[in-house]
C-alpha cells in the first residue's frame, strides 16, 4: 500500500531564503506526482506535477525534482515571500488513468517578514 | 481557476440525518472525486467517477454513497451521518486521458466544512 510522507510537518523561515520541502513514498511504481498548496480554510491550488518520466518541473521561484527510485521529491522555493506562508500537499498517483491521489499530510510553512 | 463549486460550504447537522454534498463543474472533465480532510490524516479519497453513472470506492467509502447522473454534477450521500464523518469534503475533478494519457492534472474545489452533532 502506497504511503506518501512529509517532512517537516511544519517550518518557520526568515523571507528572502531559500527553502526545500521533502516529499517521500514507499511505492516507486507512481504514474506522476503532484505538489499543491493549501491557504487556510481554502481549497488546494495545484502547483507542479511531475510525469514518472521526468525529473524535474519549474513554475516561477518553484521548483519539483522526482527520483523514482529512492522514492522522493522535493519542492524548492527561492527567495521565500511571506506570501508563500501555507501548507503545501504531494500527492503520489499510483494508479494510473483513474488519477487515484495519496496525499502526505503537509508542511505547514511560514515566511516571517 | 477550474470551474468547480461545491454545495453547500458549511453545514451542521444532526446525528442519523441523511446528507448531500453536491459538486458542480463547468471543464466537461471525465473523471470526479471526494476526498475527506482530516488533521494527522492529510487528504483521503471516498469514492470517484470515471464517467456518467460510473462510480468506484476510494480508500474510505464506508457510510458513503455517491451518484453521477451527468458529466457536470457528482452528489456525495451520507446515508445516516455520523459524528466521525465530521470533516472537510473535497471535490476534484481530472481530465480524460487522451493519447499518452496526458497530464492528469486534478483540480479542486473550495471545500464543504460538515459538522455532525
Known amino acids: 500500500k502506497q504511503e506518501v510522507t512529509q517532512i517537516p510537518a511544519a517550518l518557520s523561515v526568515p523571507e528572502g531564503e531559500n527553502l526545500v520541502l521533502n516529499c517521500s513514498f514507499t511505492d516507486s511504481a507512481i504514474y506522476n506526482l503532484q505538489w499543491f498548496r493549501q491557504d487556510p480554510g481554502k481549497g488546494l491550488t495545484s502547483l507542479l506535477l511531475i510525469q514518472s518520466s521526468q525529473r524535474e518541473q519549474t513554475s516561477g521561484r518553484l521548483n519539483a525534482s522526482l527520483d523514482k527510485s529512492s522514492g522522493r521529491s522535493t519542492l524548492y522555493i527561492a527567495a521565500s515571500q511571506p506570501g508563500d506562508s501555507a501548507t503545501y500537499l504531494c500527492a503520489v498517483n499510483s494508479g494510473g488513468a483513474t488519477n487515484k491521489l495519496i496525499f502526505g499530510t503537509g508542511t505547514l510553512l511560514a515566511v516571517q517578514p | 481557476d477550474a470551474g468547480i463549486t461545491q454545495s453547500p460550504r458549511h453545514k451542521v447537522t444532526e446525528t442519523g440525518t441523511p446528507v448531500t454534498l453536491r459538486c458542480h463543474q463547468t471543464e466537461n472533465h471525465r473523471y470526479m472525486y471526494w476526498y475527506r480532510q482530516d488533521p494527522g490524516h492529510g487528504l483521503r479519497l471516498i469514492h470517484y467517477s470515471y464517467g456518467v453513472k460510473d462510480t468506484d470506492k476510494g480508500e474510505v467509502s464506508d457510510g458513503y454513497s455517491v451518484s453521477r447522473s451527468k458529466t457536470e454534477d457528482f452528489l456525495l450521500t451520507l446515508e445516516s451521518a455520523t459524528s466521525s464523518q465530521t470533516s472537510v469534503y473535497f471535490c476534484?475533478?481530472?481530465?480524460?486521458?487522451?493519447?499518452?494519457?496526458?497530464?492528469?492534472?486534478?483540480?479542486f474545489g473550495p471545500g464543504t466544512r460538515l459538522t455532525v452533532t
Open positions: 476534484a475533478i481530472s481530465e480524460r486521458p487522451g493519447q499518452g494519457m496526458g497530464r492528469l492534472e486534478q483540480y
